[in-house]
């Protein structure tokens, strides 16, 4: 029990962390020890993308017993309902799998994206999907990860900020 609730409060700090504090912040909450580590549940051999209509664009994979779709247009990589998956060590795994695929650039333009910083741009989405009413328009675009250039490294705030044009006040976010 005691563990449960270790975990529970770890969980709780990476995602007040994450949400508030860029990336390169977080070293602090992001410290895993054996009692608080989060373990990936899958490995690279049980992510299996197939390409679903040979066209080198839709692609599907199973996570845990369900099926999701990926399609791939250059330098983006879409994930349908990303949300469900929320384990950040799988979230890597998959992306090292796409990344096997077709890689996305940086958003230098010159360097690739790694398959960590594409997992911390898909945990943003999620953050955001959970924290949002469904009343909010940003639920449904936040439902699908688009894993591309522009949101290299950015943080949920600077995300918002960048696509709405205003300061990001979590009042506002959360109506």
């Known amino acids: 029990m005691k563990k449960i ?3 529970f409060i770890v969980i709780v700090l990476l ?4 949400f508030l ?3 390169e912040k977080q070293e602090i909450l992001e410290q895993p020890n ?3 580590e989060i373990k990936q549940t899958i490995t690279n051999n049980d992510i299996k993308i197939i390409d679903i209509d040979n066209k080198k664009t839709n692609y599907s994979f199973i996570y845990k017993n369900e099926t999701f779709l990926a399609t791939y247009t250059p330098d ?3 994930i349908k309902d990303s949300y469900k998956i929320t384990n950040y060590n799988d979230l890597v795994i998959i992306c090292e799998e796409l990344n096997k695929i077709h890689k996305v650039h940086g958003s230098d333009m010159k360097s690739y994206r790694t398959p960590s910083d594409m997992a911390y741009e898909w945990l943003q989405h999620n953050i955001a999907y959970s924290l949002l009413p469904e009343s909010n328009s940003f639920k449904q675009n936040a439902k699908d990860v688009d894993l591309d250039p522009k ?5 949920l705030k600077e995300m ?3 696509r709405t044009g ?3 006040k979590i009042e506002d976010f959360l109506k």
């Open 21 to 23: 504090f860029p990336k």
């Open 160 to 162: 918002y900020e960048n």
């Open 15 to 18: 995602v007040l962390g994450i």
């Open 166 to 168: 205003k300061e990001f």
């Open 151 to 155: 949101d290299q490294n950015k943080t």
């Open 76 to 78: 983006n990589w879409n």
């Open 5 to 7: 609730i270790i975990g």
């Open 34 to 36: 054996e009692e608080t």
